[in-house]
């Protein structure tokens, strides 16, 4: 079993809609969570980190981190085509090691 | 803003070869990260430096090795190359270690993609 967990999807969202994405970690030893975009042969690109509880916005993008349920989660609103990608929720460990999901493939439908 | 560099951007190896990749970090940032990405799956965390020590070590296989350099560039050394090895390596950079994710937020340079035949 992976210590971060993704749904794999697809998950399909018309546009303009919210795309909602979840992820769960099992180190309790986290502290941080980032969430990368990654487009299909391309590197990860950071969209948002976050290490409180709560929620945290930026633009678009609200992440959300429950650290007593072990959940983080993405909020994509107003979606947009360009935003079809693949999600990957990350886990910072000791000395920065990321721990990666298998990442959210979303599609967004005109 | 200037991002991670990555060099060569594609390199074609038969088995057995070897081969180098080569990283150069965000100005600034000291520490590097290199992680390997197989076809359809997650990038996989293989080996870290921080001020040119090694801080950390993943799954990384012993015909690999690495290093970080004074200028903090960073090189992936790769030696019999094996069919299982193609892959995109890409390599990360970041402003220290000290666990605040304001400065150990980690940037992806645009990767070596490695193809063994």
């Known amino acids: 079993q992976k210590e971060v967990e993704q749904n794999s999807g697809p998950l399909s969202v018309p546009e303009g809609a919210i795309a909602s994405l979840n992820c769960t970690y099992s180190?309790?030893?986290?502290?941080?969570f980032f969430w990368y975009r990654q487009y299909s042969g391309k590197s990860p690109e950071l969209i948002m980190f976050?290490?409180?509880?709560g929620d945290k916005e930026d633009g678009r993008f609200t992440a959300q981190l429950n650290k007593a349920s072990q959940y983080v989660s993405l909020l994509i609103r107003d979606s947009q085509p360009s935003d079809s990608a693949t999600y990957l929720c990350?886990?910072?460990?000791?000395?920065?090691?990321?721990?990666f999901g298998a990442g959210t493939q979303v599609v967004v439908t005109p | 803003a200037a991002g991670v560099i990555q060099s060569p951007r594609h390199l074609i190896k038969e088995k057995r070869e070897t081969a180098t990749l080569k990283c150069y970090p965000i100005?600034?940032?000291?520490?590097v990260y290199w992680y390997q990405q197989g076809p359809g799956q997650d990038p996989q965390f293989l080996i870290s430096?921080?001020?040119?020590?090694?801080?950390d070590k993943g799954s990384i296989p012993d015909r690999f090795s690495a290093q970080q350099f004074s200028d903090y560039h960073s090189e992936l050394n790769m030696s019999s190359l094996e069919l299982g090895d193609s892959a995109l390596y890409f390599c990360?950079?970041?402003?220290?270690?000290?666990?605040?994710?304001?400065?150990?937020?980690?940037?992806f340079g645009p990767g070596t993609r490695l193809t063994v035949l």
């Open positions: 180190d309790r030893g986290s502290q941080s």
């Open positions: 990360a950079s970041s402003f220290g270690t000290s666990g605040s994710p304001n400065t150990d937020t980690q940037y």
């Open positions: 430096f921080y001020e040119k020590m090694q801080s």
């Open positions: 100005p600034r940032h000291d520490t």
């Open positions: 976050i290490y409180s509880n």
């Open positions: 990350a886990a910072g460990g000791s000395w920065g090691k990321l721990q």
